[in-house]
């Protein structure tokens, strides 16, 4: 279910191998990532963000039976990916469930072209129903 949205920009050259920002799930052992390459990217604060959000693109996933149909995007674990302008660092925010497997936190980062001295970190708004039911805020990964 390995899958990348661009939106319906043709991609180009410069494009194919520019880091991106983005938005993706882990559902049932799979990535799903819907990403923008950094250069379209939508201004945010000090940031370069992807312009669609978890509800809008989860309703399209379900909508063309790329995600289960009885399943809300908050149930699986998820993440975004932004670009700060002041730093000019890329931040890896996912769930605890995300961050704790090395090799799906890898695999993000390598489809969306990111560097090594990308940040990774938990944020309130990317906690799936098992984290929360754990009390995953004074749990390490």
Request: net charge positive; aromatic share 8%.
């Given at each position: 279910?390995k899958k990348s949205h661009e939106g319906g920009k043709r991609k180009t050259?410069?494009?194919?191998?520019?880091?991106?920002?983005?938005?993706?799930?882990?559902?049932?052992?799979?990535?799903?990532?819907?990403?923008?390459?950094?250069?379209?990217?939508?201004?945010?604060?000090?940031?370069?963000?992807?312009?669609?959000?978890?509800?809008?693109?989860?309703?399209?996933?379900?909508?063309?039976?790329?995600?289960?149909?009885?399943?809300?995007?908050?149930?699986?674990?998820?993440?975004?990916?932004?670009?700060?302008?002041?730093?000019?660092?890329?931040?890896?925010?996912?769930?605890?469930?995300?961050?704790?497997?090395?090799?799906?936190?890898?695999?993000?980062?390598s489809e969306l072209k990111l560097p090594r001295?990308?940040?990774?970190?938990?944020?309130?708004?990317?906690?799936?129903?098992?984290?929360?039911?754990?009390?995953?805020?004074?749990?390490?990964?």
């Amino acid at each position: 279910m390995k899958k990348s949205h661009e939106g319906g920009k043709r991609k180009t050259s410069t494009r194919a191998t520019e880091p991106r920002v983005g938005i993706f799930w882990l559902v049932d052992g799979k990535t799903l990532i819907d990403s923008t390459s950094l250069s379209e990217a939508e201004p945010y604060g000090n940031h370069l963000t992807h312009p669609r959000g978890h509800p809008e693109m989860w309703g399209q996933y379900q909508r063309v039976g790329g995600v289960p149909a009885d399943m809300e995007y908050e149930e699986s674990p998820r993440g975004r990916v932004t670009f700060d302008t002041k730093t000019q660092r890329f931040t890896f925010l996912a769930d605890r469930c995300i961050l704790r497997d090395k090799n799906v936190v890898r695999r993000i980062m390598s489809e969306l072209k990111l560097p090594r001295n990308t940040e990774t970190d938990t944020d309130s708004h990317y906690r799936c129903p098992a984290c929360l039911s754990h009390n995953s805020n004074n749990e390490d990964f």
